[in-house]
């Protein structure tokens, strides 16, 4: 009989955060309403200002790449070849402030779709450090 004290969670151990999280569906989830968010929610403006007229272009390559990033399919990969993050982002004005918003949305969007605690801390963490990089102009 196993001591439940020793007992680990295997999902946070074996599984890749996109299966953890719960595939596909999960995901496209997820940019759904990280896009409605910024859509819809006065607080993203500087961020939602960044993006083209509509979100649905921006909705479909985010898909893509987080699917990959994340451990699944490589369907950015397979579109446009290595995303190349920085380069990618360089015509848009990105500060503090659109970072900061960016991961807000994404931090809210992902508690309100339900995210793991666990895997929300992790993907924070990792989002963090990727939208850092993607800043291109102080403040």
Same mark, same amino acid.
């Given at each position: 009989m196993p001591d439940s004290d020793l007992e680990v969670d295997q999902t946070s151990v074996t599984a890749t955060p996109f299966e953890w999280l719960g595939g596909e569906p999960a995901v496209h989830a997820l940019v759904e309403r990280f896009y409605d968010l910024m859509d819809l929610e006065p607080g993203y403006t500087a961020v939602r200002a960044t993006h083209g007229r509509t979100? =649905? $272009?921006?909705?479909?390559? *985010?898909?893509?790449f987080l699917c990959g990033w994340l451990g699944g399919p490589d369907h950015y990969v397979e579109r446009f070849g290595h995303p190349r993050l920085r380069m990618r982002h360089l015509p848009f004005s990105i500060g503090i =402030? $659109?970072?900061?918003?960016? *991961?807000?949305?994404?931090?809210?969007?992902?508690?309100?779709?339900g995210v793991d605690e666990a895997l929300r801390q992790r993907l924070n963490d990792s989002f963090f450090q990727t939208a850092d990089f993607m800043r291109n102009r102080r403040g």
């Open positions: 979100l =649905r $272009e921006a909705r479909a390559k *985010l898909f893509w =402030r $659109e970072r900061d918003e960016w *991961l807000a949305c994404m931090d809210q969007a992902m508690r309100e779709t």
